[in-house]
Nanobody
């Protein structure tokens, strides 16, 4: 089983940037599609972005399109979420999820393996 691990969260001012990382020690991680989801306090978990196993396909939520970029470096077993022009409403716990299926998906039920999350706080 793959165990994703997130890192890179923190506190940033509105308009700033952060880069989240999702990695796993298992070399098969490069064969998995990866999704980023987030959950703000007292809100449901929502889709942020997803990428196919080879990085050829990406998919974004409308709320982050043009500001966030998902990418991967399979040689490093790592997926990145570059977050620019951050807004206070981006404040949430961010989760990385992995699954062996092919195309990126916005449905959390399509991901079998989840990380523990990393907190992102954007101050106004």
């Amino acid at each position: 089983q793959v165990q994703p691990v997130e890192s890179g969260g923190g506190l940033v001012q509105a308009g700033g940037s952060l880069r989240l990382s999702c990695s796993a020690s298992d070399r098969t991680f490069s064969s998995y599609r990866i999704g980023w989801f987030r959950q703000a306090s007292e809100k449901e978990r929502e889709f942020v972005a997803a990428i196919s196993w080879n990085g050829g396909s990406t998919y974004y939520a409308n709320s982050v399109k043009g500001r966030f970029t998902i990418s991967r470096d399979n040689a490093k077993n790592t997926v990145y979420l570059q977050m620019n022009s951050l807004k206070p409403e981006d404040t949430a716990d961010y989760y990385c999820a992995a699954d062996m299926a092919g195309y990126p998906s916005s449905d959390p039920r399509g991901y079998a393996y989840w990380g523990q999350g990393t907190q992102v706080t954007v101050s106004s």
